[in-house]
């Protein structure tokens, strides 16, 4: 992790931050106060090993085979109906070849015709999938006001739909969301038509919406609710990570810096300010709290920089505060996580569904156990039949041999 801040600089007025926010509240809209301080990334081996994060990469593909199988009236579908759909699926390999790296979740049987391989999914598996539907029936306002949070927090209340069903996983929506918008939105939702012909979802604001950060400064008795007050972000330094002077020293006046809520307009604001830096801080804090596990690929949060107004090196953002966010690199890939998330004193709710994906990452390690004791199985087949065979040879001599002797 390398931090590559600006030098200290005010555009228009120096002023000292001991002056109280309330009475200077455009103290922060000019100011600037990065420093040139560069700082190397720290594993933390924790975070890296957090099984429902590292592990979602192979299970969503899981789920949207399963979901296909579940989905055909007879329960059970021939390799043919999913061969052609792999990279629709997110599947990494030969449907066939990942359907059976699973035999814990996917049971394979012969078809009713031309013995082609059929799947269906096995009584655990099954189970698992009646649990997940009764969350989603159980949790439906929930998880509509998480999407609706998310739109929220857009410039202008309003999402592509290609945009959105990049982000369902995240938010737990189930892969035919959209499709059945009568049964999956209320009348708050709407679709628009947006620019480039795009087709888009936008939501009526209705009441003031409150995010994490201001819910928790609000049951502490540390925040009223009042417009540029400061809320100081909860960090979390992980073990033998240790800040600059300069990086501490600017964190400490960063935190009293006012906090902007993501769900406000932002837009009369200097967007080089930290003022603004702190919203879009904020702004991820909020994002990665609406998320199952609290976590997504960096990559796949750019295609938000858009739509909630965040800079073009939005990625930096992470690397200056690594006591909020962690970057794992497993996976090849990058990973953002929120720290606070898996605090013991956090305020942030669990999400409905990740008690399920628990259970499907557990049933998935069962599969590795299964296909271990096959291998060794066909060893030891395959030893015994060897050794059959040896001991026919040595009896078939043995019988020669004795009945040449009874000759002479």
């Not at 009475?23 to 040139?36: A, D, E, M, T």
């Not at 969350?135 to 309003?158: D, F, G, H, P």
């Amino acid at each position: 992790m390398i931090f590559n801040f600006k030098k200290s600089a005010v555009k228009a007025v120096k002023l000292s931050y001991k002056y109280k926010v309330q009475s200077l509240p455009f103290l922060y809209f000019q100011r600037y106060s990065y420093v040139n301080v560069y700082m190397k990334w720290k594993k933390d081996s924790y975070f890296d090993s957090i099984e429902h994060i590292h592990e979602s990469i192979q299970l969503k593909p899981i789920i949207a085979l399963k979901d296909c199988i579940v989905q055909d009236p007879n329960g059970c579908i021939p390799i043919s109906a999913v061969t052609k759909r792999g990279l629709e699926l997110g599947v990494p390999m030969k449907v066939a070849r990942f359907l059976r790296q699973y035999p814990s979740i996917f049971e394979e049987f012969t078809g009713p015709k031309y013995n082609l391989p059929w799947f269906r999914l096995t009584p655990e598996a099954a189970e698992i999938d009646k649990d997940e539907k009764r969350v989603y029936e159980e949790c439906s306002r929930e998880l509509k006001s998480r999407l609706r949070k998310m739109i929220l927090m857009t410039r202008e209340n309003v999402l592509p739909l290609k945009i959105i069903q990049g982000m369902q996983w995240y938010l737990g929506l189930p892969n035919d969301f959209l499709q059945h918008p009568e049964q999956n939105l209320d009348e708050s939702f709407k679709f628009v038509e947006m620019e480039d012909g795009l087709k888009g979802l936008t939501v009526d604001s209705g009441e003031k919406i409150y995010s994490v950060m201001e819910k928790t400064a609000m049951k502490r008795g540390l925040y009223t609710g009042g417009p540029m007050e400061a809320i100081e972000f909860p960090l979390y330094p992980s073990k033998g990570l240790r800040l600059r002077t300069k990086i501490e020293n600017w964190l400490h006046e960063f935190q009293k810096v006012p906090y902007i809520s993501p769900y406000d307009d932002f837009s009369s604001f200097d967007r080089n300010s930290d003022i603004v830096e702190k919203r879009l801080v904020g702004v991820l804090h909020e994002l990665l709290s609406l998320f199952v596990e609290h976590s997504a690929e960096r990559k796949k949060l750019f295609c938000l920089k858009k739509y909630l107004g965040l800079p073009q090196k939005v990625h930096k953002a992470f690397e200056r505060h690594p006591h909020m966010f962690y970057l794992s690199f497993r996976n090849k890939t990058c990973t953002v996580i929120l720290k606070e998330a898996y605090s013991n004193n956090s305020g942030i709710e669990k999400h409905p569904l990740l008690r399920v994906r628990k259970k499907y990452i557990k049933l998935m390690k069962e599969s590795e156990v299964i296909l271990r004791n096959r291998r060794v199985n066909n060893r030891l087949y395959n030893c015994n039949a060897e050794l059959d065979l040896d001991s026919n040879n040595l009896n078939e001599r043995g019988h020669d041999m004795t009945s040449c002797s009874l000759e002479q």
